[in-house]
C-alpha cells in the first residue's frame, strides 16, 4: 500500500508561481510513475503530467512550458507551477501507478494510489 501526502497548495496571482510536493510512504516508490492529475468544480479529473520510474516526464498541452514534474531520491515528487492562470485554479492530486506507456499515464483511472488533493487557486 502506497501512501501519498501533497503539500503547498495555495492562493496566488495570476502569473505567479507554486510548487507541489508529493511524498510517498512506500520504499519501492522507484517502481512506480507518477502523476499529476486537477479538477476543477464540475469537470472531470484532468491529466496535468507523469514523470516515469526512470524520469522521463511527459505534460498536457495545456500546461507544457509553464508546469514541471520532477523526483527525489527521498521519495517525494514535485510539480512546479510557473506562469499560473485563473484557468489552473482546481484541486491538485498526486497518483501512483504501474504503468506500461504514455497513453495509459493520461487517464486517472489507470492509476492504484492517490493523495488527498491539495487546492490551488489564481486570482485574476
Known amino acids: 500500500q502506497v501512501q501519498l501526502v501533497e503539500s503547498g497548495g495555495g492562493l496566488v496571482q495570476a502569473g505567479g508561481s507554486l510548487r507541489l510536493s508529493c511524498a510517498a510512504s512506500?520504499?519501492?516508490?522507484?517502481?512506480?510513475?507518477m502523476g499529476w492529475f486537477r479538477q476543477a468544480p464540475g469537470e472531470e479529473r484532468e491529466y496535468v503530467g507523469h514523470?516515469?520510474?526512470?524520469?522521463?516526464t511527459y505534460y498536457a498541452d495545456s500546461v507544457k512550458g509553464r508546469f514541471t514534474i520532477s523526483r527525489d531520491n527521498t521519495k517525494t515528487v514535485y510539480l512546479q507551477m510557473n506562469s499560473l492562470e485563473p484557468e489552473d485554479t482546481a484541486v491538485y492530486y498526486c497518483?501512483?501507478?504501474?504503468?506500461?506507456?504514455?497513453?495509459?499515464?493520461?487517464?486517472?483511472?489507470?492509476?492504484?494510489?492517490w493523495g488527498q488533493g491539495t487546492q490551488v487557486t489564481v486570482s485574476s
Open positions: 497518483a501512483a501507478g504501474r504503468l506500461s506507456s504514455v497513453s495509459r499515464a493520461t487517464i486517472f483511472r489507470n492509476y492504484d494510489y
Open positions: 512506500e520504499r519501492t516508490f522507484d517502481s512506480y510513475s
Open positions: 514523470i516515469t520510474r526512470i524520469g522521463y
